[in-house]
């Protein structure tokens, strides 16, 4: 059970990596094909690792690592496009409730892995923990419109085409530990993301929005981007710890912690530093969040049975 801290730490280091995320693309780094871009490059500082325990993996397992890595490159770029016109705490919870039921698709139809009563159940209480941790808390674009009975399909289908990359990413991330060592297979993936923002950087068009931004980005934004890369890599890294250790239905489902910490961190921000990070906490919201804690704490208490 060793994995369920490390899950609940990686969850903290990627909330704060959310709000911040939130704040540059809103702010500082306004394209998402750039953020996606220099996210995946940076994962070439992994190739440290190589002297560690790096070895060739046979041909369909490189193709699933790098695949993965891929996967994942690609659903930031739909989450970082996501973020930039909703809330981090309402864009986060979209594609954290529907990346879980990808993943139970895959698992169960593809690589025919029984889910078991429990875990069914922890899943079930994360998710609905989630949704209702990420309820409204402003007068954002609301992801459904009553509107000729449409939806909002800037927020909406760019929120679920990241929950399916990611879902992609965390099914062949297990499938890679099931058949090799952490560090070489950590290391593939990784090589994934950079050849990934390698092949953002061949595009014309995303190679002109990238050398521009480049060029006006402030070098205070610099800073803080780079922090907050740090924060995601130690997030990330800690996930995939527990991916190789623990089931990935459940780990990704687990998400909801990850709601929760925004929640308390957007309440610390608005009480004390609310030029920062400002939100609306009514009672009703007030409610919904606790509500949301508490089917959290419930999955746990699944989990542990």
């Keep these: 059970m060793l994995w369920i801290p490390i899950t609940v730490s ?6 704060l990596v959310a709000l911040v995320d939130k704040k540059l693309l809103t702010h500082r780094v306004p394209e998402p094909i750039a953020y996606a871009f220099y996210v995946g490059l940076l994962n070439i500082v992994t190739f440290v690792l190589i002297p560690f325990g790096f ?11 790098l695949s993965a890595g891929i996967a994942f490159v690609v659903g930031i770029y739909f989450l970082y496009s996501t973020l930039r016109r909703s809330e981090a705490s309402r864009a986060i919870p979209l594609i954290g409730a529907t990346t879980p039921l990808f993943i139970i698709f895959f698992t169960t139809v593809i ?3 029984p889910i078991t009563t429990h ?3 922890a899943i079930g209480f994360f998710i609905l923990g989630g949704l209702l941790l990420s309820s409204r808390q402003s007068d954002g674009d609301p992801l459904f419109r009553i509107n000729g009975n449409t939806i909002n399909v800037k927020i909406v289908v760019p929120g679920i085409l990241a929950a399916f990359f990611f879902a992609c990413s965390f099914f062949l991330t297990e499938e890679v530990f099931n058949q090799t060592e952490f560090i070489p297979g950590f290391i593939w993936m990784r090589a994934g993301n950079v050849l990934a923002a390698l092949f953002i950087l061949l595009l014309p068009t995303a190679r002109k929005i990238i ?17 907050n890369q740090f924060m995601g890599g130690s997030g990330n ?16 489902a687990m998400q909801g912690v990850q709601y929760f910490f925004i929640f308390l961190l957007a309440l610390f921000f608005t009480a004390f530093y609310p030029r920062v990070i400002r939100e609306s906490f009514t009672p009703r919201v007030l409610f919904s969040k606790l509500a949301g804690i508490f089917l959290i704490i419930a999955g746990f208490a699944v989990l542990f049975l």
């Design 10 to 15: 990686a969850y903290f280091f990627l909330a």
């Design 55 to 65: 070895n060739m993996l046979a041909a369909p397992l490189a193709l699933f690592a």
């Design 111 to 113: 690589s025919k892995t």
């Design 119 to 121: 875990e069914l159940f």
């Design 211 to 227: 050398f521009q931004t480049s060029k006006h980005l402030a070098p205070s934004s610099k800073k803080i981007f780079l922090a």
């Design 237 to 252: 890294l800690l996930l995939n710890i527990a991916i190789f250790l623990g089931p990935v239905t459940v780990i990704n």
